[in-house]
């Protein structure tokens, strides 16, 4: 998928999360950088090799001593999104069928709870991949994940 076809997730992704260029603590603690990009924890390993291929100092960040440049945003944003697409994919058994709205919100909620998480919906995951929105729509209210 390109850049250019994962904007409109990307956009909705940074109005719900915001983006920094130094770490900062997330809602439960975790230092975090970017655009919800978590850097400690089961996320340590992925991010010390993203950072690495980014040529960007992964210790330093991290301590606060140096934040990332709009364009490392950019690039980290895209692996994670990136990333949740293709985890959707896995999820969805017709994913790459589905209307790219729908292909949009699913992304989305995989990258804010990962694949463990999304997987927890399991009676929307059935209504997606049956193409009853409507029903997927009234799991998600009705769910106490």
Same mark, same amino acid.
């Given at each position: 998928?390109?850049?250019?076809? +994962?904007?409109?997730? +990307?956009?909705? @992704? ?29 996320? =340590?390993? #992925? ?17 606060? =001593?140096?934040?990332? %440049?709009?364009? #490392?945003?950019?690039?980290?944003? @895209? /692996?994670?999104?990136? $990333?949740? $697409?293709? =985890?959707?994919? $896995? ?11 729908? /292909?949009?919100?699913?992304?989305? +909620? ?5 694949? %463990?998480?999304? /997987? ?15 029903? =997927? ?6 769910? #106490?994940?």
């Amino acid at each position: 998928m390109s850049v250019e076809e +994962m904007a409109p997730v +990307m956009e909705s @992704i940074i109005s719900h999360e915001g983006s920094k260029t130094k770490v900062y603590k997330d809602t439960k603690g975790n230092p975090t950088v970017g655009v919800g990009y978590k850097l400690t924890g089961t996320n =340590a390993p #992925q991010a010390k090799e993203d950072f690495k291929e980014l040529e960007i100092d992964y210790d330093a960040v991290l301590s606060g =001593a140096a934040e990332l %440049t709009p364009n #490392q945003v950019d690039a980290l944003t @895209i /692996k994670s999104v990136s $990333r949740a $697409r293709a =985890a959707s994919s $896995r999820i969805i058994k017709n994913f790459e069928s589905q209307p790219d709205s729908v /292909k949009d919100v699913v992304t989305e +909620m995989v990258f804010q709870l990962g694949p %463990t998480g999304f /997987k927890k919906f399991k009676k929307t995951i059935a209504a997606i991949e049956e193409g009853d929105y409507e029903k =997927a729509a009234d799991e998600l209210e009705d769910s #106490q994940v």
